[in-house]
């Protein structure tokens, strides 16, 4: 059944993985005792658990026939396929010929989603919190979607236009006493000038040129806010930011962190409908015609620097405005909340949930934000079994969550359109 050969690289597999887990997992500091505890039985379940998993995963790639029907079982059964089946955009009938699906059952999908973001802080304050933030990263999320989904602009530093966004706000209250809801279009359109100013230089690049770039960007604007002290204060960052104000009224904490959580779920409700009317109008197809080909859709006659900028400017855009979220919600920024770090992860949600798939996004936000916090439980293992779910994801599903499949016409027996 299996070679001394695959033996013998699954028990390097384990002792390898062992080796990586063993700070993790063995070494145990007791403060109050000032001792050590060896935890050595757990090294033991890691390199064994390995072992066999490794040997498993070796039988499904020789075996052709039951490698498939893994990736059968991942793609066609659980939530991965509902949302497939519900996000096609395309299917075809018994005459072979391809429709479009019929859009009832995503308003359906979508109303009811929106009634649990609307119930959903109504379990505690602490699930508020966390999801106020998830939804941030859906707004962040949506907006690079428009750059790296639809464009094809491989971006990593978009962080850089998110702390603009939240630096624009902490600014403009403090030296002019701007509040919340002016200072909300205001940040979007600052970053929308950093993102044109960034997208000027880099009209020519492609590929890791473009990554490479993008991602100086960002750490330029990082290492600008922690130095300009006169201006940023520094590392010490802006506390006291002031929170969103309602008509007036003075809103206790509860009902602080209840506005700021609607807040951020109409901020996502409107991106969500802003990039699908982006997506479905004449810009949508050349960002996807001038991802496709460059060469082909200038010469179907495509402006390809308008349509660069303009990508770069509207993924800015919603970037800024999540920016001026975030301060007005947490009251305090810092650089180091605007790591590369964090455009990691919003580039992450962005091909896990799958690249230009607006529901995709949403999910893979939901997924990589509230997945760890959630994960919590199982202590110094979460970020493990999160690392691992994600390895697992893109080995069975390398498209995303939903991919996104893009709509084909045609016409029906009798010359109509369909």
Known sequence: MFTLSEVKKSLIVALWF???CFPIVVIKVNTIENVIIWRWHNLAMIAIGSFFLSLIWRYFQENDQAGKKIARFFTTRGPIAAARSMMAASRPDEAGIVRESNPTIQRIFYGLLLTVAIAFPLVSQYQANILTRALMFVILGLGLNIAVGLAGLLHLGYVAFWAVGAYTYALVNIHFGIGFWMALPLGGVVAMIFGIALGIPVLRLRGD???IVTLGFGEIIRILLENMDWLTNGPSGIAQIPKPGFFGMTLSTQQGIMYSYYLAV???????FAT???????????LM????DE???????????RTKLTAFAVSAFFAGMAGVLFAATFNFINPQSFTFMESAIILSIVVLGGMGSIMGVI????????????LREVGTYRMLLFGASMVVMMIFRPQGIVANV???YTIKRGGTKA
């Open 18 to 20: 062992a080796f990586l």
């Open 209 to 211: 040129y473009l990554a």
């Open 266 to 272: 109409g901020l996502a409700m409107l991106t969500v």
């Open 276 to 286: 699908y009317r982006i997506q479905n109008s004449r810009i949508g197809r050349a």
């Open 289 to 292: 015609a001038m991802r496709e």
């Open 295 to 305: 060469i082909a859709s200038q010469a179907m006659g495509i402006d390809i620097t």
């Open 363 to 374: 999910i893979g936000a939901l997924l990589l934000i509230l997945l760890p916090e959630y």
């Open 406 to 408: 893009r709509k084909i």
